[in-house]
Every structure is written in structure tokens, then in C-alpha cells.
């Protein structure tokens, strides 16, 4: 579950997660083949960027708790009572690359109050004429490194932060914030094309 919380979590179209949101009543078969009213909470609720609600659980692929009858029971209940679906991510589908990878990576740097303040060079990128690899963007953007000096020195002193790749920290930031589009079919990389979300 952790693994698919993270992957939802860096998922640029969903803006909210519950973990065990609710108790969800459908109808399934019991022992005796008879049909009775069963309850079940779902691992994960998210609410994704166009308003849409889906339900969730995460299974091990050798899990035995798994039954298609009652995912198909539980679709058809959210689907009529609520107009939500409701899905089953097997632990090969989470796991998946290079979207797990990629995902975590947006999850990691999403913005976090007490950061360092990308707003300037993310407003830079968005007016640029898209689609560009990150690189690209990196030559194009007159602001696009991050400098460093200590309060005391003179702000000549400052220099560029080693190992800090602003355009691209700020790239995955839009993207986790649904403002523009990365080419996930790769990793990422400062070669990932950024194009514009529509």
C-alpha cells in the first residue's frame, strides 16, 4: 500500500488522497451461493483533477484475497449509489517502470513550505514556447541557477549552489502541480520533453 500511495501521490492528475475513506455496502454471494449485503473498506479514495472520485486496493500479485466477483460487485455499487469507480492495482502494476520511478520523483519534490522559492523561474518556464526538453528550457531561462553566499558577504559573493538543477526541480514541481506535461514514457531526465497541459 505504501508503494501505491506514492504512486497516486505523484500522479499530476489526482489533487487529494483517503486512505480507508469509507465502508462501501454491495451485494455479493456468501457460503451457500446466496446473494447478502456485504461491507468493504477500500484501501485509497482520491479525487482527481477533473472531479472525478475512484476507489482503490493494492494487492500482492499472490495475494488470495483477491476475487473478481467482488471488484466487479463493489464497481457496480459505486458506480450506481455514488457515479465512482472502483479499481484493484496489482503490486507488478504499481511497481511498473518507468512511472514508479517517475512518480516518486514528482512525489519528492512537490512543493514544501520552508523551500527555497522557485516561483520566478517556474513563471519563466511557462511563458516559453513549448514543447522543449528540459535542457532546452535550462539555455532559454535567463534565471537558472540557484546562488548561494553567507548574510554576511556582499551579494557579488554569490555562487552558483553545486549539484542543484533549478529549471529541472522546477519542471517536476509544475508537472506534480498539473501546469505542464513531462514525457513519462522515459525516466526523467534534463532531456524529458515539458510540453504545455491542456
Same mark, same amino acid.
Given at each position: 500500500?505504501?508503494?501505491?500511495?506514492?504512486?497516486?501521490?505523484?500522479?499530476?492528475?489526482?489533487?487529494? /488522497?483517503?486512505?480507508? !475513506?469509507?465502508?462501501?455496502?454491495? /451485494?455479493?454471494?456468501?457460503?451457500?451461493?446466496?446473494?447478502?449485503?456485504?461491507?468493504?473498506? !477500500?484501501d485509497?479514495a482520491?479525487l482527481?483533477?477533473?472531479?472525478d472520485v475512484?476507489?482503490m486496493?493494492f494487492?500482492?500479485?499472490?495475494?488470495?484475497?483477491?476475487?473478481?466477483?467482488?471488484?466487479?460487485?463493489?464497481q457496480i455499487?459505486?458506480?450506481?449509489?455514488?457515479?465512482?469507480?472502483?479499481?484493484?492495482?496489482?503490486? +507488478?502494476?504499481?511497481?511498473?517502470?518507468?512511472?514508479?520511478?517517475?512518480?516518486?520523483?514528482?512525489?519528492?519534490?512537490?512543493?514544501?513550505?520552508?523551500?527555497?522559492?522557485?516561483?520566478?523561474?517556474?513563471?519563466?518556464?511557462l511563458?516559453?514556447?513549448?514543447?522543449? +526538453?528540459?535542457?532546452?528550457? +535550462?539555455?532559454?531561462?535567463?534565471?537558472?541557477? /540557484?546562488?548561494?553566499?553567507?548574510?554576511?558577504?556582499?551579494?557579488?559573493?554569490?555562487? !552558483?549552489?553545486?549539484?542543484?538543477?533549478?529549471?529541472?526541480?522546477?519542471?517536476?514541481r509544475?508537472?506534480? /502541480?498539473?501546469?505542464?506535461?513531462?514525457?513519462?514514457?522515459?525516466?526523467?531526465?534534463?532531456?524529458?520533453?515539458?510540453?504545455?497541459?491542456?
Amino acid at each position: 500500500m505504501a508503494h501505491g500511495l506514492a504512486l497516486m501521490d505523484g500522479d499530476p492528475d489526482i489533487v487529494a /488522497l483517503s486512505p480507508y !475513506p469509507i465502508t462501501i455496502r454491495y /451485494l455479493g454471494r456468501n457460503a451457500s451461493n446466496g446473494v447478502q449485503w456485504k461491507d468493504h473498506v !477500500p484501501d485509497l479514495a482520491v479525487l482527481r483533477r477533473n472531479g472525478d472520485v475512484a476507489f482503490m486496493d493494492f494487492f500482492h500479485d499472490l495475494d488470495t484475497r483477491r476475487d473478481d466477483d467482488r471488484t466487479h460487485a463493489i464497481q457496480i455499487s459505486l458506480k450506481e449509489d455514488c457515479s465512482a469507480s472502483y479499481e484493484v492495482m496489482m503490486a +507488478t502494476q504499481i511497481l511498473k517502470q518507468p512511472r514508479f520511478f517517475n512518480r516518486n520523483l514528482l512525489h519528492a519534490n512537490r512543493p514544501r513550505s520552508g523551500e527555497v522559492d522557485l516561483t520566478m523561474v517556474e513563471r519563466s518556464i511557462l511563458e516559453q514556447p513549448f514543447p522543449m +526538453t528540459i535542457d532546452e528550457l +535550462t539555455d532559454a531561462l535567463p534565471r537558472n541557477v /540557484l546562488v548561494e553566499r553567507w548574510e554576511d558577504e556582499a551579494r557579488s559573493a554569490a555562487k !552558483p549552489t553545486a549539484g542543484v538543477k533549478v529549471v529541472f526541480s522546477a519542471c517536476l514541481r509544475l508537472c506534480y /502541480l498539473g501546469k505542464v506535461d513531462l514525457d513519462m514514457s522515459k525516466p526523467l531526465s534534463t532531456s524529458s520533453i515539458v510540453s504545455r497541459r491542456v
